[in-house]
Each structure stands twice: as structure tokens, then as C-alpha cells.
């Protein structure tokens, strides 16, 4: 059988100053051997781009196969690969840049790993397979007069693929997930030019310590970053003499230069973190190498939050919240009408009144983007003063607004609508959990010592009315948001209770997404939805929106392919569609709903992300809608808090304008720092899993295989919801094991050592749903753990 690694022509770059050919190019006594391309000039990018000669798009860095990175076509349906450090040009992951094809004098012959960006996570191919696909691509380079390339892309069929975008041979891979793609190219890309660096050059790492050397060795933990040279004078004092006492010490580098002559960057030491595994250094680390800003509030920014005159209101107004949420920006109110109709409220925190277009604190707002939401913290957007005091809609205390009010039926029909500044007195704050309690018992009188402190102004039974009748008509949206062809992908959420004084993790539970969540979320939505149409309709070239773009047609169709094969019905022609397909039954059991979260998280895989846009920019309304929704428009105008994509809308909605392009910056802005939060928050928890493992574990659970490889598989761990990989070589007590694949479907058949010598090997059958017991238990690397697969007992594989 073929080694996973073949000799295949790959996208490296390997011209004279590449580092195969070092011995080609002595140079001079003591010049030092180029190793990287030098970059081109701004002028010759300009014009290269012009002509179409070269591709602009940010780079994606493998980060398990670190030597592998990607770029998006010009037409955002493919993907351009890049092998190699060489070939990346001392780009880092995100930043954006532009690639040249290079002559193929420049090409070289070399070992790549057939993997994808995503590591192939609930892929398969087997090593045969791969022997087959290589030995038609050898075929294929006798008869050719250029030689084929060989990635993998998820669930490829094996098939010969050749896409031209401006006499641009691409890689089809699809996003690039996984399975084999064959294609005859004639061409190999360099990075030539960075653009823009976005990439925060900041990383958590160790230090060793270089014998004879002016510098120590910085190590970074994330891969795709580079080495470090960092000088002696930057370490701690007496790191010479003890280098061996930071052995496990974190710190934080950035790095100041990256010569073309160099494999090593050059870098300074910011700060020593603390010991690895502990969760305010690791913590630290992650804000500071994803470029989150968690500094205090100057003076200087706050110096424009000056006194306000404030009104009263006297609606029955309450917000709706997590226990623990002190960054209140949204109220509801829901009067009966005479007529049976409802006046329903959304009112909404009127931070654009604090935060004026241009002053200091914008300035701070707009860089930071969002609040970031970690297991033990927040780093907010705005100083607490804005977000907990003055802005926060507190109870029984006056705040300043923005209102969105309909008359609306009890089915949920739209009459009328209304847009305002207003000024409301939240009557009471509302938990979620308060909120079901009044949605479970409609008949219950609840008492004072019930619920937190109640304006005497509205009785509780009146505050109680109020919940049942926005649920009732939430409900009756609902349905018509998903019989209108509206999705949603639910994926489960770890939450953790944590200790009040130390705040390590004393338990973890998976969240619950119940009927007051659901209740918000649907006046929310509709807020929003209302709020895209009154801005849009007011200012067609400037408003701020919100798209999402369908998911990518060809991992659609490969899904369709596997699902059809295990034998699910599910329809993926449109959002609506696969919404009915995920509520049919998969089964009548116990794990119904694990089947429902393996088939969720694989349906999720060919989503895009969502994006801010200025309509200004974009232009063609067919790309204006939001695929999810299933609606022409949507924005975000409900947490102004915590996105400054909403202080923006707010502004619109008070007519404070700005020009398009700076409106189109600030959203592209907007979405980078969107998509390094949730980055921070899912490695906040990770990182507290990690820790719980640690000191609670080992963990046992059930768990279902949700996707399968060669010599591994991935697993949803059921009892926490936490997804994490099975490595076959690593499994204690295995005798051997094998894989095969048939279409799409993959499987791997594991045979335990029988506990009587005497007997045959125990067979186990691992495919997409196979339940399976599992141990979660820590490794010796800090926050590090591992899923050990529990041995079947006898008749139950």
C-alpha cells in the first residue's frame, strides 16, 4: 500500500531562491541564499491585477497541515492552493494578499500530503483509493503535455475537473472539503504581494535557549505561524543560566521582520504570560494573538459621556435576559388593543446617542468592533459605564431608546409600523428562566418573592399577560417564518458553572434553547427584519446590511450523494426544504436527537458565513438576501451594546450619514472582528473543557460517530456535546483495523484482541451514526485531552 505522502507535481514555488536550490545559487562569499521571492512593487501588483494577470484573496492556512494553505477564486466558488512555506511568501493566516502564476521552469517534484484545510474532519479516503487515483494521474502525465495536480476536497467524487477563470486553471475543491480531485494545470501560485496584514503577528509560544547563539528560539503553539528569532536581551534576566525554569512558561512575541533570506522571523518578547495551562495566561494569550483589545477606557474616551435629561414612560416595558447578563440593550412591550389587536414593542438601547460619529470613543467602538464573549468574562465593546449604567435598560430607571412599535394581529399579521427615539422605564428584569415559568404555568398567580424587584406601577399579573401574549403571537411568527422556508441549524452549546471565586469550572451542561428564548429571538428577528427595509427603502446606496450567501453548490450535491446512499431523506434544493428535512424523525428512540445533531453538523459543513455589506457597494439585489432567513433583507439593529454594526444602522435611522465607502469599510471591518469573536469564544471553552477534564476526569459518555477516515474517526461526544477525533493507532487493545468505501459511505472495521486468546477477534463496525463509548481523559500537554475508545463488550459490536 502507497504512503498518504506521493510524489505528485505540487504548488510550490521552487525558482533560484527557493530552498531547494540553495547549492545553485551560492551568491558571494557570505551573502546570504534567498529563500523566499521578494515582493512586487504596489504599482506592478496594481497593474498586474488590472489585466488579470494575478488573484487577490485572503489566505487560509491548514491548521493541522500547516504546509498547506488556501485562497479563494476570483469568483468565490473554488479554491487556489498553495504548498508550501515558499509558496506563502512569509504571508500568515488571513491576511490578504496576491498570488502570481509562476513560469514552470519554477515548478518543482515534491512530497505534498493529499489533505485539505480542514483536515478532511467527517471525511474519508482510503489509502487503496489513493494508490488508484495516483496511478491514473501517472497515466494521465504519460499522455499529457502538462502534469496533473492532486489535492483532496471532501467527498470529491474521483473525477477529472477543469474550471477557467480568466485563462485561469483553478483547483474545483469546492471550499476545499475533502475527497480526490484530478486536474490536468499548467499552472503553479506564489504569493507576491500582502495587501493588508491581518494577521496580528502576535503568538503564544515557549522559548528555548540556543547555546552560542545572540537570540533564543521562540516556538509558537499555533503552527501556521513561524519560528522566531527573539534577541537575549528581550528574555527574562536569567534565562541564560536557567532557560530550563521556563520550560513550561508562556509568553507572548510579535514578530518585527521576516527577511526573504530566512526561514525565522524576527521577533520581540511582549510579555510572560504565566504557566501554561492555567486559564488567565492561556486566556491572555488568545485575546492577545487574535488581536482583541481588553485595555481599560481612557479618560480621553470616555470625556463626551456628558449629563442627560431623562423622561419617564409608563408602559408596561420588561427585558428578557440570562441570569447573569448585566449589557441589557433590548425591551418588549405587548398591549391588547381594543379591537383584539396588539401593540407590540421593540425598543432597543439608544447607544448612538453616547457614541457620536467621530469622537474618541468611537474611535475605540469601531476598532473594537463586538464585545467578545468568554466562559468567565466579557471584553466589552464600550466601557462599563455605557454598557452596564448609562445604556443598559436597567429596571425602574429611565433610558433613552430606539423604538420599533406595530399594530399587530394575534396571528402575527403586520398593520401598521412605527420607527422612534424614545424614553422607557423598564418595569422588571426578567430572566429567561422567569420568563418559562410564566410560559409553563399561564394560570399561576406568581408572587413578589417570585421574580426580582417589580415596578408597583404594573402589577404582576399584568407583566405575566404581557409574556403570554408575546408568546402566543411569537409562536404564530414562528411558523410563518419556517412554512415561508426559513432554516435554522441548532448546535449544541457546553455551558459551565463556574466556581465565584476562583472561576474555574466546577460543571458543565449543555445549553437549553427553550420558548423564552424562542420569544425574544422572534421580535428580534422581526425588528431587524423591519429595520433592512425602513433604512433600505430611506437610503438605497448607504444602508448597512446583512447578507447570507447560499451554501456552495458542489459540497451540496456531495452531501446529497452520501445522504442518499446511508439512506436519509433530505431534501438540500433550498433552506426551507432542509429545515422540513431536519424536523422529519431520524428514528424513534432514545437517540433521535443525537442523530438529528450528527445530521445537523453535516448539513452545516457546506454553509458560507454571513456577511455585512453597504448596498451602495454591492449593488445587485439578488445578493442582498439572506439565505437562512429565507428574506429579501436583514441587518442587525437589536445590540447595539455589544456590535458596532448597529450603532451604524442606529445612525441611519437617525439620519447621521456617512459616505458608502466608509460605510463598506467599517462592515468589512465589522466582519473580520465577528469572526475572530467567535474564534475566541469557542477556544474559551475549549480551553475551560480542557481544564474540567483535567480535574474531574477521566469522563465517560456515549457518543456517535459523525464522520469517518482511513485511520480515524470523529465523534459527538453526547453527554457534552464536545466533537473530538478517534485515532485507530492510538486505541489500547486494537488488533488491527481496515477501512473501506463504497460512493460516499465510509467505514472502518475494528478488531479488538479477544480477552480469551482462544476466541476470534471482537469486530466492531464504525460508520456515519454508530454509537460508541468513549473517555475523555487530559494528556500531558497543558488543556490538552484526548477520546479514548471504550472496548465493545462481547455480542454488542
Known sequence: MMSQFHRVLSFSASSANSPADKNKNKGGRGQKKQVFEPYMTTEDVSHGLKRGELIQGQIRINPKKYHEAFIPSPDDTRDIFLDGIVARN?????????????????????????????????????????????????????????????????????????????????????????????????????????????????ATGFLKFLPDKPFAMFSPVDHRVPRINVPLRDCPEDFRSRSGDYTNTLFICRITNWAADSNFAEGQLAKTLGQAGEIEPETEGILTEYDVDFSDFSNEDLKD??????????????????????????????????????????????????????????????????????????????????????????PLTDRLTFSVIWKITPEGKILSEWFGRTVIRSCVKLSYDHAQSMIEAPEKLFSAEELPPVDPMHPIDEIHQAVLNLHSIAKNLRA?????????????????????????????????YRDSNKLVEEFMLLANMATASHIYRKFPELALLRRHPPPKTKMVDELQELCDQLGIDIDLSSAGALHKSLNTTLGDDEYTSARKEVLTHMCSRPMQMALYFCTGVLKQEQFFKHYALNVPLYTHFTSPIR????????????????????????????????????????????????????????????????????????????RYGVQKRVYCKSIAGLDTFHHRKVGKKSELTLLWTPEDLENPPVEQVISIFTLVEVQLKADGAPMKYSALLKRPEDGMS
Open 90 to 202: 512569509r504571508a500568515l493566516n488571513g491576511d490578504v494578499v496576491v498570488v502570481q502564476i509562476l513560469p514552470q521552469e519554477q515548478w518543482k517534484v515534491s512530497k505534498i500530503s493529499v489533505q485539505s484545510d480542514t483536515d478532511c474532519e467527517g471525511a474519508s479516503e482510503s489509502e487503496t483509493q489513493k494508490e488508484h487515483i495516483m496511478q491514473r494521474a501517472q497515466k494521465k502525465r504519460e499522455r499529457a503535455p502538462s502534469p496533473d495536480v492532486i489535492v483532496e476536497d471532501q467527498c470529491s467524487d474521483q473525477e477529472e475537473l477543469i474550471s477557467k477563470q480568466k485563462n485561469i486553471t483553478l483547483m474545483d475543491t469546492g471550499t476545499v472539503k475533502k475527497g480526490i480531485t484530478l486536474l490536468p494545470s499548467s499552472f503553479v501560485y506564489q504569493v507576491v504581494y500582502i495587501v493588508e496584514k491581518k494577521h496580528s503577528r502576535a
Open 305 to 394: 459621556l456628558t449629563s442627560l435629561f431623562l423622561m419617564f414612560r409608563t408602559e408596561c416595558i420588561f427585558t428578557i435576559d440570562p441570569a447573569t447578563a448585566r449589557d441589557l440593550d433590548d425591551a418588549l412591550s405587548c398591549k391588547q388593543l381594543p379591537d383584539g389587536n396588539f401593540e407590540v414593542g421593540v425598543h432597543i438601547a439608544d447607544v448612538s446617542y453616547f457614541v457620536e460619529q467621530d469622537n474618541a470613543l468611537d474611535a475605540v467602538a469601531s476598532q473594537r468592533a463586538t464585545s467578545v464573549y468568554m466562559v468567565q468574562k466579557v471584553i466589552p465593546m464600550l466601557p462599563r459605564l455605557l454598557c452596564e449604567e448609562l445604556c443598559s435598560l436597567n
Open 480 to 512: 410563518q417564518r419556517f412554512s415561508g422556508g426559513a432554516l435554522r441549524l441548532d448546535q449544541i452549546k457546553l455551558s459551565f458553572t463556574l466556581d465565584k471565586e476562583t472561576m474555574m469550572p466546577q460543571g458543565c451542561y449543555v445549553y437549553q
Open 643 to 718: 456590535r458596532y454594526a448597529d450603532i451604524i444602522v442606529h445612525r441611519l435611522l437617525a439620519s447621521s450619514l456617512t459616505s458608502d465607502v466608509e460605510v463598506e469599510k467599517q462592515a468589512s471591518h465589522c466582519n473580520d472582528k465577528k469572526t475572530v469573536s467567535k474564534r475566541v469564544q469557542e477556544l474559551s471553552s475549549e480551553l475551560f473543557f480542557g481544564v474540567f477534564v483535567k480535574e474531574c476526569g477521566p469522563l465517560d459518555s456515549e457518543a456517535m460517530v459523525m464522520g469517518v477516515l482511513d485511520q480515524s474517526f470523529d465523534v459527538l461526544v453526547l
